[in-house]
């Protein structure tokens, strides 16, 4: 990433369109940023609201 990225007056003319909303990685850029193992920890606690946020504000 350029450093004058930030400015108003960066030109990105050369740089590649993509639609949006779109995952870009899914379009070849990048690479995929997930992974299918689990977690090194064991999850014990039970998250579970009792109400729902609405109810509590």
Request: a neutral charge; glycine letters at 2%; aromatic letters at 14%.
């Amino acid at each position: 990433m350029p450093d004058a990225f930030k400015e108003a007056d960066f030109d990105a003319d050369s740089w590649d369109a993509i639609p949006v909303p779109s995952c870009w990685q899914m379009l070849g850029y990048d690479r995929h940023q997930y992974t299918n193992i689990r977690y090194p920890f064991h999850s014990t606690r039970r998250t579970s609201l009792r109400t729902t946020p609405a109810a509590r504000m």
